[in-house]
């Protein structure tokens, strides 16, 4: 059963990864540069600002905890403990796969790090805004799938690693908000209440 569903899991990474050209090159490579998006995170930032004035410190603090844990459980614990090679070291590949600028990363793939702390971002913040702001949800979706996309686009990772990693960032996304909230309720009641005052008085 393993052994087929990294067959498919193979043979669906080859069929991505082959469909290249040079405009896709420079686009993916970037997409994988953490201090390219920086404007963007800046932008995030500045946006939960001006909906819950001071509550930015509160949510920056839970959003900080959340990307190191996902980080450090998807880099430090899962990938040296499942130790499966990313396609670009797997000699089974050796001159099957595109790479970009030679690019490939650490040993280990599964879990892709990027697709866990992107998911993990995009779920917290989609949860922190609930039914509201709908085109910085759909932003933040798109810029998910595009960071995990590049993954399999580079070489780096295969699309179960992609998988992987952007289902361990949504539960983590989903328990930290979860802990953000349970902690406004029980320990932080008169800070919690001003903010909400604040942001019903943005919209």
């Not at 001159?95 to 650490?106: D, F, K, M, P, S």
């Not at 008169?190 to 909400?196: D, E, G, I, K, L």
Request: charged share 15%; aromatic share 16%; net charge positive.
């Amino acid at each position: 059963m393993i052994e087929e569903l990294n067959n498919i899991d193979s043979a669906i990474f080859l069929f991505l990864n082959h469909l290249h050209n040079s405009f896709l090159d420079v686009i993916m490579y970037w997409s994988s540069n953490k201090w390219i998006w920086i404007p963007f995170y800046a932008f995030l930032a500045f946006f939960i600002y001006r909906k819950y004035g001071n509550r930015v410190f509160l949510v920056m603090l839970f959003i900080g905890l959340l990307i190191t844990i996902s980080d450090q459980v998807s880099s430090t614990l899962i990938k040296n403990t499942v130790m499966r090679l990313r396609p670009c070291h797997d000699a089974s590949f050796t001159g099957e796969i595109h790479l970009v600028n030679g690019y490939c990363g650490g040993n280990y793939g599964f879990v892709s790090s990027h697709a866990s702390n992107a998911a993990a971002l995009t779920t917290f913040i989609i949860f922190l805004f609930r039914r509201k702001y709908k085109r910085v949800k759909w932003a933040l979706i798109s810029w998910a799938v595009l960071v995990s996309y590049s993954r399999i686009y580079l070489g780096a990772h295969f699309p179960g690693d992609v998988i992987g990693g952007a289902l361990l960032g949504f539960i983590l996304g989903v328990a930290t908000i979860k802990t953000m909230r349970y902690v406004e309720r029980h320990y932080l009641p008169r800070y919690s209440r001003v903010n909400r005052h604040h942001s019903k008085n943005n919209h």
